[in-house]
């Protein structure tokens, strides 16, 4: 599957306050369909474990063709501002206390069509499709 999301790549790594993933949109989409996940490389070789220790899944949100997405690793308020030369860059925020993307991490962008939860205690179960 090609991914209309192209993932830029990571800005300012280990610097807490500054540390951002950077994405830009190929086409209109909604953000909400996509989940970047924090991987572990793997040492000596250009792939990352299977697996994922943290996960970051975008809320719903209409994003226009040539749109910046930057997610912040600390805490902040979603919003969204014009760039320069056209477009809009929309901000998200991870909530993490420290700085994730540390040597023998990587990111990977994930298009999610689908989905199914079961919660651990007694919860009904929820799934969801993306069309």
Not at 20 to 33: E, N
Not at 59 to 69: L, P, S
Not at 103 to 114: C, E, K, M, N
Request: charged share 20%; net charge neutral.
């Amino acid at each position: 599957m090609n991914l209309n999301l192209e993932l830029i790549g990571v800005e300012d790594a280990v610097v807490y306050e500054r540390e951002r993933i950077v994405l830009k949109a190929k086409i209109d989409l909604d953000i909400g369909g996509f989940a970047l996940l924090r991987t572990f490389t793997v040492p000596g070789k250009n792939q990352v474990r299977s697996g994922s220790v943290l996960a970051y899944w975008f809320q719903d949100k209409k994003i226009k063709a040539g749109d910046f997405v930057v997610l912040y690793t600390r805490d902040g308020q979603t919003s969204e501002k014009p760039a320069e030369g056209g477009g809009t860059i929309h901000f998200f925020y991870w909530g993490q206390r420290d700085a994730s993307w540390i040597p023998g991490t990587a990111p990977v962008l994930i298009q999610t069509q689908g989905w199914s939860v079961k919660m651990p205690v007694s919860e009904p179960v929820a799934s969801g499709n993306r069309s």
